[in-house]
């Protein structure tokens, strides 16, 4: 059975990470058509948008996926009458949330157009919100990878339509009402996925509304915190500076966006093994959690250092000239990589032990600092203080999730792996500043063979560890 679920664990990821790369550099020219076609100043509002609706989007989840997930993972007799609640609730707060969203945008101090484009974007992250729902079935059941499918076919028609929006001249709502089309569309492919459709139709049970909120919402509030300090900073200077200003702190996120839905995406495949697991004995919960800590620390390693290295080069490559002075900033926010991937493998382990609550204090805590420092600070030193401040705060949640899964669960952690991931990294890191008056792709190309094969020499991967994932029998 582990060895089952082990290989499924690695088919999902594996097909995840092809389809991700499928929908990643579709994003990266959905950033470079936005990023030229609007310029800093549109694309400021664009980003502004989103940040502004991202935090209500979060609220909306309030922690159901995962909650979903995990009711599913133990109880899956009871599956259809539990999505089918999970849809009604869903559809009911989103509205319920969406028009406070617009409500409190209209005493905010944003042009027209964003108060505009948040309207439009509503339905955007209602699509988004209604998806979870086929998708926690098809993450319980250990299948995620059908999903994939959707994304891709949704990013790639998000593309289209883009490109048929700018070459007939359109503005930034008829782009915002783009991506609410491609996510319904995404919505419609996955609920095709699921064996039954019963679900469909909306549940009002009142009973398992309270259950499942029971579960979400110490995870929602979590995961809450974790938004606003991850997008407030936007909003905050959006306040003080112009467009332009907020469009070139913003290009780079979306660049790292792009490469922070890996621990996102591996830790949720890894989700219903954890909460197994912790049924099982806690030797099981350690050698999963030691094996994500050690991929998430191979992956992130070096895509941190090769963005420090490459920086500009990529930012003018994706962009264009005008954002020039997003390079740094890339650069700064990069520094986010390893313990946000690392961080990951800690908080799935804290909630795949129902352990979420214990998450609020500390979140809360980082929440105060970056809300307070960024007033205090964005104000004087715009963007790079809103940098600094992410990262302090990424750190005093790192350290926190360490000391949970350490103190309060007692799990260990070998960090030999990470080690010489790292030794690794910065060895690559010297090869790519060698090499840096090249070709940018011969420099890439050359970085990931030697990474690789560094890797390798000092067993920080191991063929036979290879073997085992590609080798599979679901």
Same mark, same amino acid.
């Given at each position: 059975?582990?060895?089952?679920?082990?290989?499924?664990?690695?088919?999902?990821?594996?097909?995840?990470?092809?389809?991700?790369?499928?929908?990643?550099?579709?994003?990266?020219?959905?950033?470079?058509?936005?990023?030229?076609?609007?310029?800093?100043?549109?694309?400021?509002?664009?980003?502004?948008?989103?940040?502004?609706?991202?935090?209500?989007?979060?609220?909306?989840?309030?922690?159901?996926?995962?909650?979903?997930?995990?009711?599913?993972?133990?109880?899956?007799?009871?599956?259809?009458?539990?999505?089918?609640?999970?849809?009604?609730?869903?559809?009911?707060?989103?509205?319920?949330?969406?028009?406070?969203?617009?409500?409190?945008?209209?005493?905010?101090?944003?042009?027209?157009?964003?108060?505009?484009?948040?309207?439009?974007?509503?339905?955007?992250?209602?699509?988004?919100?209604?998806?979870?729902?086929?998708?926690?079935?098809?993450?319980?059941?250990?299948? %995620?990878?059908?999903?994939?499918?959707?994304?891709?076919?949704?990013?790639?028609?998000?593309?289209?339509?883009?490109?048929?929006?700018?070459?007939?001249?359109?503005?930034?709502?008829?782009?915002?009402?783009?991506?609410?089309?491609?996510?319904?569309?995404?919505?419609?492919?996955?609920?095709?996925?699921?064996?039954?459709?019963?679900?469909?139709?909306?549940?009002?049970?009142?009973?398992?509304?309270?259950?499942?909120?029971?579960?979400?919402?110490?995870?929602?509030? $979590?995961?809450?915190?974790?938004?606003?300090?991850?997008?407030?900073?936007?909003?905050?200077?959006?306040?003080?500076?112009?467009?332009?200003?907020?469009?070139?702190?913003?290009?780079?996120?979306?660049?790292?966006?792009?490469?922070?839905?890996?621990?996102?995406?591996?830790?949720?495949?890894?989700?219903?093994?954890?909460?197994?697991?912790? $049924?099982?004995?806690?030797?099981?919960?350690?050698?999963?959690?030691?094996?994500?800590?050690?991929?998430?620390?191979?992956?992130?390693?070096?895509?941190?250092?090769?963005?420090?290295?490459?920086?500009?080069?990529?930012?003018?490559?994706?962009?264009?000239?005008?954002?020039?002075?997003?390079?740094?900033? %890339?650069?700064?926010?990069?520094?986010?990589?390893?313990?946000?991937?690392?961080?990951?493998?800690?908080?799935?382990?804290?909630?795949?032990?129902?352990?979420?609550?214990?998450?609020?204090?500390?979140?809360?805590?980082?929440?105060?600092?970056?809300?307070?420092?960024?007033?205090?600070?964005?104000?004087?030193?715009?963007?790079?203080?809103?940098?600094?401040?992410?990262?302090?705060?990424?750190?005093?949640?790192?350290?926190?999730?360490?000391?949970?899964?350490?103190?309060?669960?007692?799990?260990?952690?070998?960090?030999?792996?990470?080690?010489?991931?790292?030794?690794?990294?910065?060895?690559?890191?010297?090869?790519?500043?060698?090499?840096?008056?090249?070709?940018?792709?011969?420099?890439?190309?050359?970085?990931?063979?030697?990474?690789?094969?560094?890797?390798?020499?000092?067993?920080?991967?191991?063929?036979?560890?290879?073997?085992?994932?590609?080798?599979?029998?679901?």
């Amino acid at each position: 059975m582990i060895t089952t679920n082990t290989q499924k664990v690695a088919f999902n990821t594996i097909i995840q990470f092809l389809g991700k790369a499928i929908t990643v550099a579709t994003s990266l020219v959905i950033i470079a058509y936005l990023t030229r076609y609007l310029g800093a100043a549109g694309y400021g509002d664009y980003a502004t948008i989103f940040a502004y609706l991202g935090v209500f989007g979060v609220v909306m989840d309030m922690g159901l996926l995962v909650a979903t997930v995990r009711e599913l993972t133990a109880e899956p007799e009871k599956e259809q009458n539990l999505l089918k609640n999970v849809f009604g609730l869903k559809l009911v707060s989103g509205v319920i949330i969406l028009l406070f969203a617009l409500l409190i945008s209209n005493f905010l101090p944003y042009g027209q157009i964003i108060k505009q484009g948040i309207l439009y974007g509503t339905l955007t992250q209602l699509a988004m919100s209604i998806n979870q729902v086929p998708v926690s079935f098809l993450q319980a059941k250990l299948v %995620l990878y059908k999903s994939t499918i959707a994304d891709v076919v949704g990013r790639v028609t998000l593309l289209g339509l883009i490109w048929w929006l700018i070459i007939n001249q359109a503005g930034i709502l008829q782009i915002v009402l783009a991506t609410a089309a491609a996510g319904f569309i995404v919505f419609a492919i996955n609920a095709l996925m699921l064996p039954q459709k019963s679900w469909l139709i909306p549940g009002f049970d009142i009973n398992i509304w309270k259950k499942i909120l029971i579960k979400a919402v110490p995870l929602g509030i $979590v995961t809450t915190l974790g938004v606003i300090f991850f997008k407030f900073d936007v909003l905050i200077l959006a306040g003080y500076f112009d467009s332009a200003v907020v469009g070139i702190y913003q290009a780079p996120y979306k660049i790292l966006e792009v490469f922070l839905f890996v621990p996102s995406v591996f830790m949720g495949i890894v989700l219903p093994l954890l909460t197994l697991a912790w $049924v099982r004995s806690k030797e099981d919960v350690v050698k999963i959690l030691q094996k994500s800590v050690n991929f998430l620390a191979i992956l992130s390693f070096p895509i941190m250092l090769g963005l420090i290295a490459l920086g500009t080069p990529i930012m003018l490559f994706v962009a264009g000239q005008e954002f020039a002075l997003s390079g740094p900033v %890339l650069q700064g926010l990069s520094l986010l990589l390893v313990l946000s991937f690392v961080n990951a493998a800690f908080i799935y382990t804290v909630i795949a032990a129902d352990s979420q609550q214990k998450l609020i204090k500390p979140y809360l805590l980082a929440t105060i600092f970056n809300i307070g420092a960024n007033f205090i600070f964005i104000p004087v030193y715009s963007y790079w203080a809103a940098i600094i401040i992410t990262i302090l705060t990424e750190v005093i949640v790192f350290i926190a999730a360490w000391r949970l899964v350490s103190k309060d669960l007692g799990l260990s952690v070998n960090w030999s792996v990470s080690s010489k991931a790292m030794v690794n990294s910065l060895i690559m890191f010297g090869i790519i500043s060698a090499l840096s008056p090249m070709s940018m792709w011969f420099v890439i190309g050359v970085a990931i063979i030697s990474y690789a094969a560094l890797s390798l020499l000092t067993k920080t991967i191991k063929i036979n560890d290879i073997k085992e994932l590609i080798s599979r029998n679901v």
